[in-house]
């Protein structure tokens, strides 16, 4: 049996209230919060054996990473099937504006976001075969251990609905909040899920 500890990473500047913005590949770093966040979740980690730490290779991700790394006393390795949609030219616009951009898009992603294609960038189908691809090299070279997978909101939300066996449509009934933990169990090919967004050990960050 494989565990794999999926967390999405701290926040940023980009990530909550007026100041949330499309982040995609943009290589953003964690704000106060954010590291106040992965430090919690460093500490929540203490739950578990964990044998290898592996991350997105954009900043805010490498960072989350690596602070439950040392907690750990394990070096996070960047894994490249790890790191955010591509956005194209959506990449950094507020919501508002991509609403403006094309208002007939954005509905579909809010509506259909498994027909989706961001303009110059990437579908949820291209990020759902780059990520389960990168787990199932990563199930059995970790056989009986438990790994975490430090990501972002798309990609923690694309992988879930893959281990559930639900399709992409299905993409906005699964959430993954800043620094919140899933936890999927492995076997025999079978994921059984233990914990899904839980966010409990953030209740005193500020």
Same mark, same amino acid.
């Given at each position: 049996m494989t565990r794999l500890i999926i967390i999405r990473h701290?926040? /940023?500047? &980009?990530?909550?209230?007026?100041?949330? %913005?499309?982040r995609g590949r943009a290589d953003l770093e964690l704000d106060g919060i954010g590291l106040r966040q992965a430090r919690a979740a460093a500490t929540r980690m203490a739950l &578990? %054996? $964990?044998t290898a730490v592996y991350s997105s290779p954009l900043k805010r991700a490498v960072t989350t990473a690596e602070i439950l790394a040392e907690s750990l006393r394990l070096k996070a390795q960047a894994l490249e099937g790890l790191i955010d949609i591509d956005y194209g030219s959506w990449q950094g616009l507020s919501l508002k504006e991509a609403e403006a951009n094309d208002p007939e898009l954005y509905r579909l992603w809010l509506q %259909?976001?498994?027909l989706t294609t961001f303009p110059g960038g990437e579908g949820l189908e291209q $990020? *759902?075969? *780059? $990520? /389960?691809?990168? $787990?199932?090299?990563l199930v059995p070279r970790h056989p009986g251990q438990t790994v975490v997978l430090v990501s972002h909101k798309v990609v923690c939300k694309v992988l879930l609905c893959s281990l559930l066996g639900l399709d992409n449509s299905h993409f906005w009934q699964i959430q993954q909040g800043l620094c919140a933990i899933s936890l999927v169990e492995i076997e025999n090919d079978v994921p059984v899920m233990l914990l899904l967004n839980d966010t409990c050990h953030l209740r005193d960050v500020g």
């Open positions: 701290g926040q /940023t500047a &980009w990530n909550e209230g007026e100041g949330e %913005r499309l &578990w %054996r $964990v %259909r976001p498994h $990020v *759902r075969e *780059r $990520v /389960t691809s990168a $787990v199932e090299i």
